[in-house]
Each structure stands twice: as C-alpha cells, then as structure tokens.
Nanobody, 116 residues
Framework: QVQFVESGGGLVQSGGSLRLSCVVKGMTIRHYGMGWFRQAPGKQRELVANVAFDDSTSYEAFVQGRFAVSRDNTKNTIYLQMNNLKPEDTAIYYC??????????WGQGTQVTVSS
C-alpha cells in the first residue's frame, strides 16, 4: 500500500517562508510525476505545483514566482519551498503522484496557516 507522509507545515506570518516535505512509501517516485495539492476550508482540493519524472516543473498562477517544487529520488521525497506566503495560502497541503492513480489514497496532509 502506498503512503504519502507530508510534513513541514506550521503557522507563519504573511511574507514568511516554509518548506514542506513529502516522503512516499510503497512506490518508487522516480517513475512518476509528483504534485502538491492544497485544500482550504470550504473549498475544493486544487493542484498547486508538479514536478515531472524528468524534473521539469509547472505551477498554478496563484503561486508562480513564490513556490518551488523539487524532488530527491534517492530519498523518495518531494519538497515544496514556499516564499512570500499570503493568508490565502492557508490550507492543508498534500502530495500525490500525477496523474493520480485510483488505487492510491491521500495522506493526512500538513496544515499551513498564514496570519496577516
């Protein structure tokens, strides 16, 4: 069974930074694109950024220039460096393979709270 274990969230002031990590167990990530998603209270879960198996990256417009996604296949881990955080970035952040496979499930996520 595949597990996604996210960490690194916390409470930070507007303009601050956080670095999220996601350790993947039960699946070798080098064969997959990987992505970060987030879900704010009362909203749908949305894609934030993804890193392909060839290390190419893409970002949603609302984080472009502020967030950076990366991967370390030797550690089976992906990262999300978040800079210049805004209150609207407050959400639970999750990682998953991209595209998502029906056999896998979401992890617990890590809470990011940005105060104004």
């Amino acid at each position: 069974q595949v597990q996604f274990v996210e960490s690194g969230g916390g409470l930070v002031q507007s303009g601050g930074s956080l670095r999220l990590s996601c350790v993947v167990k039960g699946m070798t990530i080098r064969h997959y694109g990987m992505g970060w998603f987030r879900q704010a209270p009362g909203k749908q879960r949305e894609l934030v950024a993804n890193v392909a198996f060839d290390d190419s990256t893409s970002y949603e417009a609302f984080v472009q220039g502020r967030f950076a996604v990366s991967r370390d296949n030797t550690k089976n881990t992906i990262y999300l460096q978040m800079n210049n955080l805004k209150p609207e970035d407050t959400a639970i952040y999750y990682c998953r393979e991209v595209p998502r496979r029906p056999a896998n499930f979401w992890g617990q996520g890590t809470q990011v709270t940005v105060s104004s």
